[in-house]
Each structure stands twice: as C-alpha cells, then as structure tokens.
T-cell receptor, first 112, second 112 residues
Framework: KQEVTQIPAALSVPEGENLVLNCSFT??????LQWFRQDPGKGLTSLLL?????REQTSGRLNASLDKSSGRSTLYIAASQPGDSATYLC???????????FGTGTLLAVQP | DAGVTQSPTHLIKTRGQQVTLRCSPK?????VSWYQQALGQGPQFIFQ?????ERQRGNFPDRFSGHQFPNYSSELNVNALLLGDSALYLC???WGTGNEQFFGPGTRLTVL
C-alpha cells in the first residue's frame, strides 16, 4: 500500500533563507508527483508537477526534484518570503491503484 | 479562464441528514475527483468520475455517492451524515486520469 510521508511536519525560518521540504513514498510505481500549497481553510494550489520520467521541475523560486528509485522528492524554496507561509503538500499518482495519494503536509512559517 | 468552482462554500447539517455538494471543472477538463480533508490531515481520495461513470473509489462507505453530468460538472452526495463527516470537501479536475490535478476552493461541511 502506497504511503506518503512529509518531513518536517512544521518549519519556521527567517525571511530570506533558502529551505528544503522533504517527501518520501513507499512504492516507486508512480505516474507523477505533484507539489501543492494550501493556505488555511482554502483549496490547494498546484505548484509543480514532475512526471515519473523526469528528475526535476522549476518554477520561479521553486525547484522540485524526484528520485523515483529511492522514493524521494524535495521542494526547494529560494529566498523565502512571509507570503510563502502556508502548508505544503506532496502527492503521488499511484500506479497500482490509479489514485492520488497525499502526505500530511509541512506547515511553513516565514518570519519577517 | 475560470478555474475549478465549488458550491456552497460552507454548509451546516445535523446528524442523519443528507447533503449535496457541487463542482464545475476547469475549462477543457473532463475528469473530476473528490477528496475529503479532515483538520490537520492530507486530502483523502473519495472517488473519480470520467465519462459520467465512477472510475475509481477510495475507502469510503456507500453513503458517499456521486454523479457526473454531460457538461463534466459533478455532484457529491452524502447520506445519513455522521459527526465524523465534518471536513473540507475538495473537488479536483484534470484532462483524463493521472494528469495534473487542479483543485477548487472546497466546501466546509460541519455536522452537528
């Protein structure tokens, strides 16, 4: 059964720092991996999608990597800003069940 | 280009009642998925609709049912509401299955 884990559960950093969020999954048979941002009580905003054949994707200050064989992905945020404060969720499209399976998220607080 | 829309935004029901939530997918998308997100947790997959049929289903009881209309919009119905059904219900749309998911703002359901 596919399980997705995100570490750390919460993170607080001063403004301007570069940071890394981690995501791990137990079954490498995935179609893709997607990173989302969620503000309190709101829906999810898609940040980056990495296909299973890709190693990384970049969008602005965000860079996501994927190592399918080791079951790991990282989301790198450069020069963090208070507006980056949110919960970050990763999700894998599981090949065995054909479903999107989420981690529990990392709550990020960027202090001004 | 309108994104995914959901209605209503908030809903309060009492135990035993029935509820219907609605979702309109992003323009050009033909697949709709529904998720339940409890406080502090990642979204849990309920089911997915494509070509007006339920294609995949998560571990949810038959009290949860859905429908997809010819215009690709979708409804989620929950019967015999329980206190534990209180959650944020999210709708996501995509072009086909296994592709990038775009989420709506969610419907906050409170069961008293």
């Amino acid at each position: 059964k596919q399980e997705v884990t995100q570490i750390p559960a919460a993170l607080s950093v001063p403004e301007g720092e570069n940071l890394v969020l981690n995501c791990s999954f137990t079954d490498s048979a995935i179609y893709n991996l997607q990173w989302f941002r969620q503000d309190p009580g709101k829906g999810l905003t898609s940040l980056l999608l990495i296909q299973s054949s890709q190693r990384e994707q970049t969008s602005g200050r965000l860079n996501a990597s994927l190592d399918k064989s080791s079951g790991r992905s990282t989301l790198y945020i450069a020069a963090s800003q208070p507006g980056d404060s949110a919960t970050y969720l990763c999700a894998v499209w599981d090949g065995a069940t054909n479903k999107l399976i989420f981690g529990t998220g990392t709550l990020l607080a960027v202090q001004p | 280009d309108a994104g995914v829309t959901q209605s209503p935004t908030h809903l309060i029901k009492t135990r035993g009642q029935q509820v219907t939530l609605r979702c309109s997918p992003k323009s050009g998308h033909d697949t709709v998925s529904w998720y339940q997100q409890a406080l502090g947790q990642g979204p849990q997959f309920i089911f997915q609709y494509y070509e007006e049929e339920e294609r995949q289903r998560g571990n949810f009881p038959d009290r949860f049912s859905g429908h997809q209309f010819p215009n690709y919009s979708s409804e989620l119905n929950v019967n015999a509401l329980l206190l534990g059904d209180s959650a944020l219900y999210l709708c996501a749309s995509s072009w086909g299955t296994g592709n990038e998911q775009f989420f709506g703002p969610g419907t906050r359901l409170t069961v008293l």
